[in-house]
Each structure stands twice: as C-alpha cells, then as structure tokens.
C-alpha cells in the first residue's frame, strides 16, 4: 500500500490497512490472530465483523470486535451503542472502531463510559509537521497510514494520541486492560 492516500483508500484496502496495523500489536504477539470480514456467531444471529482479532491471556480467549467507518462525517453515539451490543451477543471481551472521519463528543463518552477504543484512522503525514512556507514532501519514515486514539482526560477534555505500526503501545494497553 505504499503511497496510497487515504482519499481514494477503497474501503476494504482501508478495512485490510487496520488489520495489519493491529497485527503489528506486540500485545500477545505469538497468540494474536487478525481477520479481515469475519463472520461472528451471536446469541441473536450472525454479524459480519470488519476486522476480528483473538488472543490467548492468563488462560483465557480473548475476543476483539474491530469496525471500521469509511464515512465522510463524524461516526455518531449510535454505531458505538451497536458495537457494544453485539460485543454482549457473541461473548467478545474488546471492542474499537476505526473511523476516517474522527468522531463526535457523543461517541467519544460512550465509549469511554464502555471500555471501547476509537482511533481516528489518518494520512501517515498528520504525525510529521514541518515550518516552511514550501511544501515539503513527506519524509520516508514516515508510515503511510496512522491512528488518532480519541479519548476523555480526567477533566472531559477530548485527547488525541498516536497509534502506528511503530507505535502500537496504545493498542497494547487497550488489549490488556479490562473488558469493555
């Protein structure tokens, strides 16, 4: 996918691009197991899941519930309600969406209220800044596609963080923290 702009990202190659971005997890590396468009089973029917990843920890399988929105506009409250609930039908214990669009206030509480991870997926370039008047083209470390956890601080305040294949510990983090 080198040199491919998130603006004419296809939404599976987007789909396939967060896949591989949570296999860079260092997070139970030799037990982590990333699929793209997974069909779930759950106590009311089946779900087809963008993205599902599954560990093993402390003896237990551990199951990750991963959508990603292709949307022009912010991902609404609504669609983190619809994770959580079939989070609750199939028995999963983590659940984030990826979104290209970021995220509104509403969202962001719930989630935070939920235990669910929301990581604004972005252009590689929005982690490099640079202070000239001429364009500067983007320097070869700089990966192609990154992640923008939203999160509240203690005061409520949104908080954006940065989450690469480099830089995944926030991934980690979330994939050894509690259940959602």
């Known amino acids: 996918m080198m040199g491919v702009r998130l603006s004419v990202l296809s939404p599976e190659d987007y789909e396939k691009a967060v896949a591989e971005m949570l296999r860079a997890s260092r997070y139970a590396p030799a037990e982590l197991q990333v699929t793209h ?3 779930v089973q759950g106590q009311d029917g089946e779900y087809e899941i963008d993205v599902f990843a599954s560990f093993k920890a402390l003896g237990v399988d551990f199951k990750v519930l991963v959508e990603c929105k292709h949307h022009k506009n912010p991902v609404k409250r609504e669609v983190v309600q619809i994770l959580k ?6 028995g999963s214990h983590k659940g984030m ?12 509480e719930y989630a935070e209220a939920h235990g669910i991870a929301l990581v604004q997926f972005a252009d590689g370039g929005t982690s490099y800044l640079t202070r000239s008047v001429e364009p500067v083209p983007k320097p070869f470390w700089v990966p192609d596609f990154v992640g923008w956890m939203h999160r509240l601080n203690e005061e409520g305040r949104e908080t954006y963080s940065l989450v690469s294949r480099d ?7 979330f994939l050894a923290g509690p259940e959602s």
Do not use: N, P, W
Request: hydrophobic share 40%.
């Open 167 to 173: 830089d995944i510990e926030l991934i980690d983090e």
């Open 85 to 90: 609930d079939r989070l609750h039908s199939t």
């Open 97 to 108: 969406i990826f979104s290209t669009a970021g995220f509104q206030s509403g969202a962001i």
């Open 37 to 39: 468009r997974k069909v």
